[in-house]
C-alpha cells in the first residue's frame, strides 16, 4: 500500500498569512494526488485535483504543486473560512486509494 | 446538481452487520465514468476509504478490512450499499459514500459526498 504522510499534523497561523502543508507519498504517484477541506461535522470538499488543478468554485489562495512523492498545498493569504482540517489522498494506486493523516489549521 | 444521501441504522450490536445505502441524485448511477465509493472517519480521526463499486458493478476493496466488506449497486433505484460484517467497536465511525470522478486516465477524485451518517457499534 502507498502511505500519505502530511506535515505538520497541525498548525496556528494568523488571517493573512500564507500557509503551506505538506503531503508525502511512500513511493512516486505520479500526478495522481488531491487536496480536500473538512470542517467540523461536514463531509470533505475538494479543493485541487491532479495535484494542481483547481476545482471550479474554489477561491484562487489555493494551489498545490509536487508530483512524484513531494506535493504542497498552499493558501496564500488565509481568511476565516479557511481553518479547517486538510487531507491529501493519492488515486496512483490499483486498487487502494489511501489518504494522509490530515493537518489541522488553527488560528493563532 | 448530484447529490448523494447516506441511510441505515444508527447502533448495530457487535459482530453482526452494517448496512448502509446511499442514495444518488441529480444523475445516473449506470453512466459516465465514476467510482461509487464509502469513506469512514472514526471521532476526532482521519479518513479511510473503505472501498468502491464501478458503474459496471466491478468492486475493489481496502484489504484491511480482510474481506468484511461488500459494496452492491442498484442501478434501477439508482442506489449503492455497504455491507461490514462482524463488526466491533473498532467500526464505530461516521460514514460517508462519495462519488469519484476521473481527471484523466487512472486519476480519480472525489468531487460529490454525502453529509455522513454516524454508525455506533455497541450492545
Known amino acids: 500500500d502507498i502511505q500519505m504522510t502530511q506535515s505538520p499534523s497541525s498548525l496556528s497561523a494568523s488571517v493573512g498569512d500564507r500557509v503551506t502543508i505538506t503531503c508525502r507519498a511512500s513511493?512516486?504517484?505520479?500526478?495522481?494526488l488531491n487536496w480536500y477541506q473538512q470542517k467540523p461535522g461536514k463531509a470533505p470538499k475538494l479543493l485541487i485535483y491532479a495535484a494542481s488543478s483547481l476545482q471550479s468554485g474554489v477561491p484562487a489562495r489555493y494551489s498545490g504543486s509536487g508530483s512524484g512523492t513531494d506535493f504542497t498545498l498552499t493558501i496564500s493569504s488565509l481568511q476565516p473560512e479557511d481553518f479547517a482540517t486538510y487531507y491529501c489522498q493519492q488515486s496512483y494506486d490499483i486498487p487502494m486509494w489511501t489518504f494522509g493523516q490530515g493537518t489541522k489549521v488553527e488560528i493563532k | 446538481q448530484v447529490q448523494l444521501q447516506e441511510s441505515g441504522p444508527g447502533l448495530v450490536k457487535p459482530s453482526q452487520t452494517l448496512s448502509l445505502t446511499c442514495t444518488v441524485s441529480g444523475g445516473s448511477i449506470g453512466s459516465g465514468n465514476y467510482y461509487w465509493s464509502w469513506i469512514r472517519q472514526p471521532a476526532g480521526k482521519g479518513l479511510e476509504w473503505l472501498g468502491r463499486i464501478y458503474t459496471t458493478g466491478s468492486t475493489n476493496y481496502n484489504p484491511s478490512l480482510k474481506g468484511r466488506v461488500t459494496i452492491s449497486v442498484d442501478t434501477s433505484k439508482n442506489l449503492f450499499s455497504l455491507n461490514l460484517n462482524s463488526v466491533t467497536a473498532a467500526d464505530t465511525a461516521v460514514y460517508f459514500c462519495?462519488?469519484?470522478?476521473?481527471?484523466?486516465?487512472?486519476?480519480?477524485?472525489?468531487?460529490?459526498w454525502g453529509q455522513g451518517t454516524l454508525v455506533t457499534v455497541s450492545s
Open positions: 462519495a462519488r469519484a470522478s476521473r481527471a484523466v486516465a487512472g486519476l480519480y477524485y472525489f468531487d460529490y
Open positions: 513511493q512516486s504517484i505520479g500526478r495522481y
